[in-house]
């Protein structure tokens, strides 16, 4: 297994001189992981994470970790969370608050320590569970591949079976700690690793070592897709870069949903949402904004703009104006007019116009519900007033109030649509670029 085991650095290409993180559960899996870690004499610290979900046994769990690695005398980091309260705060399952609390801490660690790789226990009934739980949500060749190793992250166990790891275990007295609730058909991957994998080995003895085969093949074909997509795909990679994808680039793609959810997704995007852009693109939707992980994408004229940072406040959705748009549909429709001031007609402008000094705006604009302890300096007045009392002054209804939105500069408010304007941004007689909103 050891002899195995090294020719995995080669595959990933991981040199002798690159520090490698391993995540030690103290399961056996990551304990044997961590033993050939350490005869293979590579430079190495431990992370483990306590999830406080199994009390004494987490605790204990931790000590053997923390224990061994004292007596190896390497580095160990360890932390402890509440898995079960992140779970309910934001709306996930048990075994997905894990993941990504694990992995937030093992990537903290990775640059605060400068660690060059992951190292994880992974093995190959872990790569079938996760084959069927990608093939059970709906997915693709990347998910039909399973889990990939590589020098980001490393995955050294994935062509060894359970069976091969305890066997390990016992032959060189392997200390860990067995996790009860690896029993419990309670999580999803239990289900399958029970109720699925268990009675389909015993109708079809030879099920891992056929299904190891068609996992290479897969991860084979995969990478060859990959590839391709990778060259049809450069042009939008090189715009995204920048900070948009013109929709004339759009328009030269054959299959322009699979590459342009080729390009999003890794920023959060999901396919229903670049589904719903290739629509606003067709329909001229100017204006229209999604909402991704870290990333905004705003529906300009001609092209599509990518705003970097989460528009996500209070838990308001923030839409972006940027300083080219001329028309946004959501949450309403306003019509934005760049002109100079000796082309205003101010005999023209009707209630539902408003015209403010464009050269006080620093763009993109932002559009939020109204929240309390929001402050403008209304038209006319020299200090500032709450919007609440502003509200009652103009004796608008609940209901009326709960649709009522804010266009705000930076975090100044420039307008209480459709009823105020702020003082600060109206036209003087210095002012010479306008914009001109229409509502």
């Not at 709906?138 to 060894?160: C, D, H, M, Q, Y």
């Not at 450069?234 to 959810?261: A, H, W």
């Not at 939020?368 to 502003?390: A, F, T, V």
Request: net charge positive; with cysteine.
């Amino acid at each position: 297994m050891y002899k195995t085991f090294k020719k995995e650095f080669k595959n990933c290409n991981i040199r002798f001189d690159q520090k490698i993180l391993i995540a030690v559960s103290g399961g056996v899996d990551s304990m044997v992981l961590w033993d050939l870690m350490h005869r293979s004499k590579h430079l190495y610290g431990v992370a483990h994470v306590n999830f406080s979900l199994r009390g004494e046994e987490s605790d204990n769990d931790q000590e053997l970790v923390k224990r061994i690695a004292a007596e190896r005398n390497i580095p160990f980091f360890s932390k402890r969370v509440n898995t079960a309260s992140f779970a309910k705060e934001n709306g996930v399952s048990i075994q997905m608050a894990a993941r990504t609390l694990r992995y937030d801490f093992f990537n903290e660690l990775e640059i605060s320590h400068h660690y060059d790789t992951l190292a994880t226990g992974h093995h190959l009934e872990d790569d079938i569970e996760t084959f069927l739980l990608n093939v059970n949500r709906g997915t693709g060749v990347k998910g039909l591949a399973g889990i990939r190793s590589n020098e980001i992250r490393f995955r050294p166990l994935l062509s060894f079976t359970k069976a091969e790891i305890r066997e390990y275990a016992t032959e060189n007295s392997v200390e860990f700690r067995e996790d009860k609730s690896n029993e419990s058909i309670n999580y999803e991957r239990n289900w399958f690793r029970h109720e699925i994998i268990a009675p389909w080995r015993k109708k079809n003895p030879s099920l891992l070592k056929v299904m190891k085969q068609n996992l290479h093949h897969l991860k084979e074909t995969f990478d060859i897709l990959d590839g391709f997509v990778e060259q049809q795909s450069k042009k939008l990679q090189t715009e995204l870069v920048k900070g948009y994808i013109n929709f004339s680039t759009i328009d030269l793609l054959d299959r322009k949903q699979f590459y342009l959810f080729h390009v999003l997704s890794p920023l959060g995007f999901t396919a229903g949402q670049v589904n719903n852009l290739l629509v606003c693109i067709k329909k001229k939707q100017v204006g229209k904004i999604f909402l991704g992980k870290d990333f905004s994408i705003v529906v300009d004229r001609e092209k599509l703009d990518v705003i970097v940072g989460l528009k996500e406040e209070d838990e308001q959705l923030v839409y972006l104006v940027d300083k080219n748009v001329s028309l946004i549909v959501d949450p309403f429709r306003i019509e934005f007019q760049r002109l100079l001031k000796n082309e205003l007609n101010s005999s023209d402008k009707i209630k539902s116009e408003e015209v403010i000094d464009r050269t006080k705006l620093v763009f993109p604009l932002k559009i939020r519900k109204w929240s309390e302890g929001d402050k403008m300096q209304p038209l006319g007045m020299n200090g500032k007033k709450k919007l609440s009392d502003i509200l009652i002054d103009m004796k608008i209804s609940r209901v009326q109030k709960e649709q009522t939105y804010v266009l705000l500069s930076e975090d100044k408010i420039v307008w209480l649509i459709g009823l105020r304007l702020d003082d600060r941004y109206k036209v003087t007689e210095d002012s010479v670029k306008l914009l001109k909103m229409k509502i």
